[in-house]
Nanobody, 124 residues
Framework: VQLQASGGGLVQAGGSLRLSCAASEHTFMIYTMGWFRQAPGKEREFVSAISWIGGNTDYADSVKGRFTISRDNAKNTVYLRMNTLKPEDTAVYYC??????????????????WGQGTLVTVSS
């Protein structure tokens, strides 16, 4: 499985971006898709996750109410709509896929496949 993330860029505080993550093939091997981010000097942290089947979602407290994760099964693509962006959202955003159905989806170690990352910069 190969994941390709895109959609990052530079945006002013309060603005919006939509990230995309396209899975190249073998998506039947993925139960959950997630988004993580890593800011300079910080550890990678969970942002959001969604189940390919059923569409159950999880969000980090820091993004609840501002970010929305969705998927398009026909396109093998997961999206992360980010609204009301803040400077503290600045990070490299990574999409990831988990090949098992974990009850806890917030840990990076639960994910088997990773995209290359896309940079989001929010200016104040």
């Amino acid at each position: 499985v190969q994941l390709q993330a895109s959609g990052g860029g530079l945006v002013q505080a309060g603005g919006s971006l939509r990230l995309s993550c396209a899975a190249s093939e073998h998506t039947f091997m993925i139960y959950t898709m997630g988004w993580f981010r890593q800011a300079p000097g910080k550890e990678r942290e969970f942002v959001s996750a969604i189940s390919w089947i059923g569409g159950n979602t999880d969000y980090a407290d820091s993004v609840k109410g501002r970010f929305t994760i969705s998927r398009d099964n026909a396109k093998n693509t997961v999206y992360l709509r980010m609204n009301t962006l803040k400077p503290e959202d600045t990070a490299v955003y990574y999409c990831a896929g988990a090949s098992r159905m974990w009850s806890v989806r917030t840990l990076a170690a639960k994910y088997d496949y990773w995209g290359q990352g896309t940079l989001v910069t929010v200016s104040s």
